[in-house]
């Protein structure tokens, strides 16, 4: 979720935020201890010092000094693989843009040039990108293969050496998690398919990050690991997205209209596939360099002799987007919500811990992971190489810009219906006057843009957490301006208005409470029979 470049258009939009929410957060001198440290906590990570904290950088590594420095006042002892820190080595690959080209060739040699950086975004994620790519595009709908489920664009599709084309959305009957997460294995699917590449289109009306934004954010740094073992999609894999406004070029000559398909998935409707009328030559230019950021891992060990050797992960990721094209003359992209917010709720919920009457049975791992905005690697390493034995792993909860814009009425839980924890984090809530709602916008992919689906896909029953907020409702729009005007612009800053800092803490007291509840129950938590994740994978 990185995106790019166009400064007017942006103005009048973020001028827009003034509007979002209209609650007034308190005086500083008028809060609560754990708001006050709460909110320290992020200043101190979201400083324009820290220079938004880009993997790899002296700003992010600034800030996890800081968060060791938490870490140490708490009494919480090492679990890393140096003192607090796991070293992760990447390669960083940065697509020039500008210096990159493409086009869409019809049958009859007709040739539309698409501007690298405008009309299409080059991706530098997953693995080194390809230095050309010149292959037929076939439309294979919303590129989901769920057989199990009734459902499987692939079916029949002739892929090999050909570019597939996907749309946003998917059917309604299917569970958003099951979806996301079978879109997060689609470079798998298709490489093993034998196709070339990969473009996204979005509906405009599902469109999250404004294309004028998305365009800012295209000349950031991508990375992918440098073990090659672990990454997950394949050297020369061609993968882009392109502008909504340029969709019907695609589309020309096919006998379909990009307007028709979107107004199909935006109705969840069935789409075809199709052997488009046009291919995609492009050509690619970019750089690489290695790079290396820590995670960082705490403990706070567990008060049950057998027990302790099992562990609760509560986890969070520190790292942002770094410094980037300006809006409104600022460059620093500082990420005070995404994710300062959720480490900032970490070290909360471990003083809450720490500092009770009695110690949960099990152990706390409180994992603090970089390189999330890359592609949840960090995350995706410590599931792979935890510090703590594998089998020893029974729960992670992740925060994630959990979004304190209104008062905490309801929890959205992420994964809620997927194990044993679902039914925990429900008993919880009622305990506290909460509930937990579902997830108002499925085909967002939010339960697989989240630490916690690391450790899904390792086998460990995970949840993620936000301020719930349900369609129809003033908090969806809330929600909706925040993400079109803040979510990954330098305004998600320490100025912004409308944080409800007591707000805030009351879900961590609610997460920690059910941190309290799984490390003290004999019984590990257990994935639904009725789960897609019942079956993880394997080395």
């Not at 567990?302 to 302790?308: A, Q, T």
């Not at 029974?394 to 309801?410: E, G």
Request: proline share 7%.
């Amino acid at each position: 979720m990185i995106h790019r470049s166009a400064v007017l258009p942006i103005c009048a939009a973020l001028a827009a935020v003034l509007s979002v929410p209209a609650h007034a957060a308190p005086d500083t001198e008028t809060l609560s201890p754990a708001a006050r440290q709460w909110w320290a906590d992020i200043s101190a990570m979201a400083s324009d010092a820290n220079e938004g904290r880009q993997t790899g950088s002296a700003g992010y590594d600034r800030a996890a000094d800081y968060v060791i420095s938490r870490f140490k006042a708490l009494g919480l002892k090492p679990k890393g693989v140096t003192g607090y820190k796991q070293q992760v080595a990447f390669e960083q690959q940065v697509v020039n843009q500008g210096a990159s080209s493409a086009a869409l060739v019809g049958k009859d040699g007709a040739v539309q040039p698409l501007t690298a950086g405008q009309d299409i975004l080059i991706s530098g994620r997953g693995a080194p990108a390809p230095k050309t790519v010149d292959a037929p595009l076939v439309f294979i709908g919303y590129g989901l293969h769920l057989p199990k489920q009734g459902h499987d664009d692939f079916a029949g599709v002739d892929l090999k050496g050909k570019i597939a084309v996907v749309i946003s959305g998917g059917p309604a009957d299917i569970p958003g998690p099951v979806k996301a997460a079978n879109r997060s294995e689609r470079t798998k699917f298709l490489a093993r398919a034998g196709a070339v590449g990969l473009i996204g289109l979005t509906t405009p009306k599902q469109v999250e990050i404004p294309w004028a934004r998305q365009k800012l954010l295209a000349p950031q740094a991508s990375m992918y690991f440098a073990d090659p073992k672990l990454r997950e999609t394949h050297n020369g894999f061609f993968s882009a997205s392109i502008d909504p406004e340029k969709g019907e070029l695609l589309f020309k000559g096919s006998g379909h209209t990009f307007a028709e398909l979107c107004a199909l998935a935006d109705a969840s409707g069935a789409t075809p596939t199709l052997a488009l009328a046009v291919r995609l030559k492009a050509k690619v230019a970019a750089e690489r360099k290695p790079v290396t950021s820590p995670n960082l891992i705490a403990e706070l060990p567990g008060s049950d002799p057998k027990l302790k050797a099992e562990y609760v992960a509560i986890s969070a990721h520190l790292d942002h987007i770094g410094v980037g094209e300006p809006i409104n003359g600022d460059r620093i992209y500082n990420g005070a919500m995404d994710d300062a917010s959720g480490v900032a709720s970490v070290l909360d919920i471990a003083e809450r811990l720490t500092k009770a009457a009695t110690k949960p049975k099990r152990s706390i791992l409180f994992v603090i992971v970089t390189a999330e905005e890359k592609g949840l690697l960090g995350s995706t390493y410590f599931a792979s190489r935890p510090t703590v034995p594998k089998s020893a792993l029974v729960a992670d909860l992740n925060f994630d810009m959990p979004l304190p814009l209104w008062p905490l009425k309801t929890v959205l839980a992420q994964g809620d219906h997927e194990s044993t924890l679902g039914a925990d984090a429900a008993a919880v809530a009622a305990e506290r006057g909460l509930s937990l709602v579902a997830d108002p916008l499925p085909d967002r992919n939010s339960f697989t843009r989240t630490d916690q689906f690391s450790f899904v896909k390792k086998g460990v029953p995970a949840l993620a957490f936000k301020f719930g907020f349900a369609k129809g409702t003033p908090e969806f729009q809330i929600e909706h301006d925040w993400r079109a005007t803040r979510y990954h612009a330098p305004s998600d800053d320490l100025e912004q208005p409308g944080v409800l800092k007591e707000e805030a803490v009351k879900l961590d007291a609610y997460v920690a409470a059910l941190a309290e509840r799984v490390a003290d129950t004999d019984k590990r938590p257990e994935w639904l029979q009725t789960s897609v994740f019942a079956h993880p994978e394997t080395e």
